[in-house]
């Protein structure tokens, strides 16, 4: 078999979706708990503390500016976290992945299951994250549920690198380069806490090849009501980093499974 | 005790090939190999794994892979179930071609690994259930019901609700099996399926995969414990350094390879050794650490010997596997 032969979906990969929400729905207490409380922590300590000094941001006020930033990183987080630390668990640790393969279900369906999960979990997040802004005042018109969709995709986006990065782990401390690296600079740059046009222009630049740039341009304006522009770029960014991401990690996972 | 667990799967599957053992029309079905490899060959870089072997497997029957550690067992399994891409040289099951449908075959044939991999998450039965998704299985009322029978094959209604961390390992073995045949296979794939347990445990095993052979299945397994080879298989295959040394029911390979009675003798010092085999006669003799065996057509000579030398301990028995498989994979330790 060619390690570079397009993927194929089946249904199968469902199967694998079914299999983690079993697992998650068992532990939704403390899912409930971290999905709610961090929000409404950072979102009351940053947004009032942290607003009560800046005032407006953007035109509008820093809380509303923050939540809207926060809906976008923290699916970002979320489905690396879960493309990471999961997936790594369940192809290495479990061996779960090696049982599956005896099966129709292949690698290809393992890791598009595994992808439509993450971004799932995304979802999650993030609604609870519109469900404490929407107590704050902050949603501002029916537009948000747009937000849903579209933290999917954000999802789907972020997945596949994690995924990619948990194809080559050899444990679980090389995801901290990955964090160190990428998530974190990402998390601090992309118009999260302050506008990208306040940047430097060369960083200006860059920071435009950077998914959550995109992800933020996206989530700010359907969370707050202001006009949103160039959807169609931002969309576009986001599916191309999640079609690439699924197709290497896949050649990846085969490389290191079929052996 | 467990009735015929290839009922409930049977109309569960669509488009699946007809019961073997029960329909008529499929007789001819039983001459025709369900595997073939041809020059099949697997290298990696410059270890090479599998070396150009060639084999069938019949139809129906236990087959068995025999071979010290590394001998090839393992990636020929793999290869089988499309899971490791061949080096080269051809090879089909189900007449289909394993590069190209290996999912078609992967959803005929159940599989039972050599650690256990049981989805920790979950219980016995939901990984039961579990399993039948990733076969494409609907969780309808005949899936439960068939989950009850296999249950019950693998004696483990009453911990149902268990987690599978909490059970032994011969529990853990058991469900494994189970799961092997939550899709109704026509072949079942066992990668040394009583290695590390205990000799009841072993027992259950060996019983639960003779119920499977009487149905019809066709069971191919790795071992390389002798008793299991001699009990279970009806044909074997001797791999070594992936080569096939060998193929044949172990009755006509110990026909062939040794002489069919065998002394024994044990706790012998280097001394002795010398002593024994210059008045011993017209038998092959081997060593093996302060082990001596001396293979032979007629033992009645060498036994008036023995008797005759005090403070001897000996065993006089029919050969068996282990002395073939010892005399063609040699008897220096593997890693």
Known sequence: MNLWQPPRIRRNALAIWHRNVLVWRRLLGPAIVLNFG????????????????IGEMDDMPYLSFLASGIVASSAMTTASFE????????????????????????????????????????????????????????????????????????????????????????????????????????????????????????????????????????????????????????????????????????????????V | MTGDISYAAGRMIKNKSPNIAT?????????????????????????????????????????????????????????????????SGRL????????????????????VPQADNLDPDFTIVENLRM??????????AQLEQRIDTLLEFAALSERRNARTDTLSGGMQRRLTIARALIND??????????????????????????ELREQGKTLLLTTHYMEEAERLCDELMIMDHGRILDQGSPAELIRRHVEPEVIELRGCDMATIDTIRSNIHDCRVEHLGNSLYCYTH????????????????????????EDVFLKLTGRELRD
Request: proline content about 6%; some cysteine.
């Open chain 1, 38 to 53: 961090e929000p409404t922590l950072y979102l009351l300590g940053l947004g009032y503390g942290l607003g009560f000094f």
């Open chain 1, 83 to 258: 493309g990471m630390y999961s997936v790594f668990t369940r192809m290495v640790t479990q061996r779960t992945y090696e049982a599956i393969m005896a099966t129709p279900t292949d690698i290809d369906d393992i890791l598009a299951g595994e992808m439509i999960w993450c971004a799932t979990k995304s979802v999650i997040s993030a609604t609870a994250i519109l469900i404490v802004a929407l107590f704050l005042g902050v949603v501002q018109g029916w537009q948000a549920i747009l937000v849903i969709p579209v933290v999917f995709l954000i999802g789907l986006c972020f997945a596949g690198p994690a995924m990619i990065m948990s194809a080559f782990a050899t444990n679980y401390d090389f995801f901290n380069y990955y964090f160190v690296l990428v998530v974190t600079p990402m998390f601090l740059l992309s118009g999260v806490f302050y506008p990208i046009d306040t940047l430097p222009a060369i960083m200006q630049g860059f920071v435009q090849f950077l998914p959550l740039t995109h992800a933020v341009a996206l989530t700010r304006p359907l969370v707050t009501g202001i006009p949103l522009t160039q959807a169609l770029l931002h969309l576009g960014v986001l599916l191309a980093y999640a079609t690439v991401s699924y197709y290497l990690a896949v050649v990846l996972v085969r490389k290191r499974l079929l």
């Open chain 2, 23 to 87: 329909t008529p029309e499929t007789e001819s079905h039983l001459a025709a190999p369900i595997i073939t490899a041809h020059e099949l060959r697997k290298h990696y870089g410059d270890y090479i794994a599998v070396d150009g072997i060639d084999f069938t497997i019949p139809r129906g029957k236990c087959f068995g892979f025999l071979g010290p550690n590394g001998a090839g067992k393992t990636t020929t399994l793999r290869m089988i179930l499309g899971i490791t891409p061949l080096s």
């Open chain 2, 92 to 111: 089909s099951v189900f007449d289909l071609a394993v590069s190209e449908h290996g999912r078609d075959i992967r959803a005929h044939t159940g599989t």
């Open chain 2, 131 to 140: 399993y039948a998704r990733y076969f494409g299985l609907p969780l309808n």
């Open chain 2, 185 to 210: 296979p026509d072949l079942i794939i066992l990668d040394e399926p009583t290695t590390g347990l205990d000799p009841q445990a072993r027992h259950v095993i060996w019983s639960r995969l003779n």
């Open chain 2, 298 to 321: 007629d033992s009645a000579p060498q036994l008036e010997y023995l008797r005759n030398e005090h403070g001897l301990t000996f065993m006089h028995r029919p050969s068996g596997l």
